[in-house]
């Protein structure tokens, strides 16, 4: 099992920036990839980006590509989201996900987080 701890959300303006974290414990050395989704109210669970224990090499949703950044850190297997220039249609709750699959949608993911809610106000 993998255990999954999101923090670091919170209410921001418009153009704002916020950085999500993602802490692993457990079996994290079965995992490929890490990953972070998000749902807003009202819709189904959205991909946003994903990047690989191994060698780092990320993907991006076309919504947010150029304004965040996913990055790992394989000592402390933590995960982070950088947001920068954040819209309202940003908000949601943000999920951080984990995989020993290359993750592409959410029917990938073996393990979740709790989420942690992310508000964009104009």
């Known amino acids: 099992q993998v255990q999954l701890v999101e923090s670091g959300g919170g209410l921001v303006q418009a153009g704002g920036s916020l950085r999500l974290s993602c802490a692993a414990s457990g079996r994290t050395l079965s995992t490929k990839t890490m990953g972070w989704f998000r749902q807003a109210p009202g819709k189904g669970r959205e991909f946003v980006a994903r990047i690989t224990w191994s060698g780092g090499s990320t993907y991006y949703s076309d919504s947010v590509k150029g304004r965040f950044t996913i990055s790992r850190d394989n000592a402390k297997a933590t995960v982070y989201l950088q947001m920068n220039s954040l819209k309202p249609e940003d908000t949601a709750v943000y999920y951080c996900?984990?995989?020993?699959?290359?993750?592409?949608?959410?029917?990938?993911?073996?393990?979740w987080g709790q989420g942690t809610q992310v508000t964009v106000s104009s």
């Open positions: 996900a984990a995989s020993a699959r290359m993750i592409v949608v959410s029917s990938d993911v073996q393990y």
